[in-house]
Nanobody, 120 residues
């Protein structure tokens, strides 16, 4: 089994910054893509940013230029630096990872979520 543990959420004023971290542990042979999703009240979960094993990166248009995703493949960690935060960034943020537990056994895993609240 694989566990994803997030940290770094909290309350911040608009214009402020937060850094989210996610550490994967357990039966890991290799992790392909890692990323962050978010879900605001009454809305669907959406991709915020994702980084592939080869370090190609995708960002949601709404966070481009403000958020930066990075990963340490050796430590199975992924981070999300969030700057210039806006009230509309308020959501539960979920870590996501595509994990091979063996050469052929693959599954997607989710963290438990961490709440980010941006006050105006």
């Amino acid at each position: 089994q694989v566990q994803l543990v997030e940290s770094g959420g909290g309350l911040v004023q608009a214009g402020g910054s937060l850094r989210l971290s996610c550490a994967a542990s357990g039966s890991i042979f290799r992790i392909n893509a890692m990323g962050w999703y978010r879900q605001a009240p009454g809305k669907q979960r959406e991709l915020v940013a994702a980084i592939a094993r080869g370090d190609s990166i995708n960002y949601a248009d709404s966070v481009k230029g403000r958020f930066t995703i990075s990963r340490d493949s050796a430590k199975n960690t992924v981070h999300l630096q969030m700057n210039s935060l806006k009230p509309e960034d308020t959501a539960v943020y979920y870590c996501n990872a595509d994990v091979y537990s063996t050469v052929i056994n693959y599954r997607e895993f989710w963290g438990q979520g961490t709440l980010v609240t941006v006050s105006s």
